[in-house]
């Protein structure tokens, strides 16, 4: 069974910097993407980023590109977001998900199939 588990969410200062982690397990091989989202109370959940776990190609959406990274670590089967610059827009419950590969018009994953528990950012200003 595929499992995604978040860590790494907090409080922090507008400005300041987070990192967050999305170990997965259960996979057979690594023909797989994991994306990144947020979900803000009262809005709707927005695709941030994606990473392709195969060959490490990442994509992202404007509003983080630049002040967010998608990294991996193969052998600790953890993909990574770090996050700088913070700003209070940014408070949301953070989800990463498991698809089939990445969509890079879209830069999420295509055809999820596992969600994570989230984790929660909160940006004080």
């Known amino acids: 069974e595929v499992q995604l588990v978040e860590s790494g969410g907090g409080l922090v200062q507008a400005g300041g910097s987070l990192r967050l982690s999305c170990a997965a397990s259960?996979?057979?091989?690594?023909?797989?993407?994991i994306g990144w989202f947020r979900q803000a109370p009262g809005l709707e959940r927005e695709v941030m980023s994606c990473?392709?776990?195969?060959?490490?190609?990442?994509y992202y959406g404007d509003a983080v590109k630049g002040r967010f990274t998608v990294s991996l670590d193969n052998a600790k089967n953890t993909v990574y977001l770090q996050m700088n610059n913070l700003k209070p827009d940014d408070t949301a419950a953070y989800y990463c998900?498991?698809?089939?590969?990445?969509?890079?018009?879209?830069?999420?994953?295509?055809?999820?199939?596992?969600w994570g528990q989230g984790t929660q950012v909160t940006v004080s200003s």
């Open positions: 259960g996979f057979t091989s690594s023909d797989y993407a």
């Open positions: 990473i392709s776990v195969s060959d490490g190609r990442t």
């Open positions: 998900a498991a698809g089939e590969y990445c969509s890079g018009a879209y830069y999420t994953p295509v055809r999820i199939y596992s």
